[in-house]
């Protein structure tokens, strides 16, 4: 009977080290391109988005603005609101904002006294194909998406609205802490 022996040659035990250094290197290469993209994904979105609108003033203020996409924020003028149904598959709503003091600590007095200053820079709005907002009225907070038309008119296709006054806080009855 013959006999068959097995023997590991030097010469595999090598390629099978060299294999195993290879893989690891190929996931550490391959998690620290994962890391790098995650890390630059975070530090991109956060430099982007780190101002939530820019203000009338800085709109007006640079002309690089024209044309392109940016959110912004102001007072609503109310005596300014218009309200276009005559083509009822396209309504338009027109109104002015008034710029706002960003570093006002008081948002509801900041809106009363833009609406009331007529120095300050105001921009006229478009909307359009979107119904009458219930909060759009006289010294509300509008943020809009949009752009500025040549025509100095600000074509908005996204309407957000605070009104400071309406969430304000009740204070609690008085009387009650003077009872004993």
């Given at each position: 009977?013959t006999?068959a022996?097995w023997?590991?040659s030097?010469?595999?035990s090598?390629?099978q080290?060299?294999?195993k250094?290879?893989?690891r290197?190929?996931f550490?290469l391959g998690?620290m391109?994962?890391?790098?993209?995650?890390?630059?994904?975070?530090?991109a979105?956060?430099?982007?988005?780190a101002?939530?609108?820019?203000t009338?003033d800085?709109?007006?203020?640079?002309p690089s603005?024209?044309g392109?996409?940016?959110r912004?924020?102001?007072?609503?003028?109310?005596e300014s609101i218009?309200?276009d149904t005559?083509?009822?598959?396209?309504?338009v709503i027109?109104?002015?904002?008034?710029?706002?003091?960003?570093?006002a600590?008081d948002?509801?007095?900041?809106?009363?006294e833009?609406?009331?200053?007529p120095?300050l820079?105001r921009?006229?709005?478009?909307v359009e194909?979107q119904?009458?907002p219930?909060?759009?009225?006289n010294e509300?907070?509008?943020?809009?998406?949009?752009?500025?038309?040549e025509?100095?008119?600000?074509?908005?296709n996204?309407?957000?609205l605070?009104c400071?006054?309406r969430?304000e806080e009740?204070l609690?009855?008085?009387s009650?802490a003077?009872?004993?």
């Amino acid at each position: 009977m013959t006999q068959a022996t097995w023997e590991k040659s030097a010469q595999t035990s090598a390629n099978q080290v060299r294999s195993k250094r290879s893989d690891r290197w190929k996931f550490m290469l391959g998690g620290m391109l994962i890391l790098g993209a995650a890390i630059y994904l975070i530090v991109a979105n956060t430099v982007g988005g780190a101002r939530y609108f820019i203000t009338v003033d800085e709109l007006l203020g640079d002309p690089s603005y024209i044309g392109e996409t940016v959110r912004i924020s102001g007072a609503v003028i109310g005596e300014s609101i218009a309200y276009d149904t005559s083509d009822p598959a396209k309504p338009v709503i027109e109104f002015n904002i008034s710029h706002i003091d960003p570093d006002a600590p008081d948002l509801a007095l900041a809106l009363h006294e833009s609406v009331k200053n007529p120095t300050l820079n105001r921009l006229p709005i478009r909307v359009e194909n979107q119904a009458m907002p219930d909060l759009l009225q006289n010294e509300a907070q509008a943020i809009l998406s949009g752009y500025l038309g040549e025509d100095g008119i600000f074509h908005a296709n996204e309407l957000l609205l605070k009104c400071p006054s309406r969430f304000e806080e009740a204070l609690p009855d008085q009387s009650i802490a003077g009872e004993a």
